[in-house]
């Protein structure tokens, strides 16, 4: 079956949306700057498409010299100026901002937990969450999306609502929502998994 014949959980013509399904949505991520990357590009998603948002990846990557929260958490009022005149990403003060507060709330956590992923997979249990949710729809949000966003809140994190976690979480892969006729569904495991709210 050729790649653009497979079933997958969205219909796109899209390549990239294509490719992020088939490579990325859904598998495990344990790698700090990878976490990093896809919650500023969550944060930014807020109100906009996930189309929107892969269309412009490359450039928000640029924007954010690789997404490293080491430079990002020292960014000045010349950094703000300079996303603010890029039209390659989403030009919005409020998510430019945030993402600046968010990455030094990142290395707080990695100073506190050891790192981002051991505090952030630790809501789940330590590995993925598969559900069979009621009539095949996928939910907004979960409990456990509800207690990483409280969490995440706390610590000072910004556009970090319970809808955004659990698409963070999804994408990351600590739950695995692909559902069938997808081709990338594959056994299910455990269906339940302890939950962690807060080191």
Known sequence: MTRSARRRCWESDNPLMQAYHDREWGAPVREDR???ERL??????????????LNKRENFRKAFEGFDPRRVATYTGADRRRLL???GIVRNRAKIDAAIGNAQAFLRVQ???GSFAAYVWRFVGGKPLRRVHPGG???????????LS???????FRF????IVYAFMQS?????????PCWKVGPRRGTRASVCHGP
């Open 34 to 36: 990878e976490l990093f």
């Open 40 to 53: 500023l590009l969550e944060c930014f998603q807020a109100g906009l498409s996930w189309e929107t948002i």
């Open 85 to 87: 005149a890029d039209a």
């Open 111 to 113: 100073e506190e937990c």
């Open 137 to 147: 729809r996928m939910p907004a949000s979960t409990p456990e999306s509800d207690a």
């Open 150 to 156: 409280k969490d995440l809140k706390q610590r000072g």
């Open 160 to 163: 970090v609502g319970s809808t």
């Open 172 to 180: 990351v892969g600590l739950v695995n929502d692909h559902r069938p």
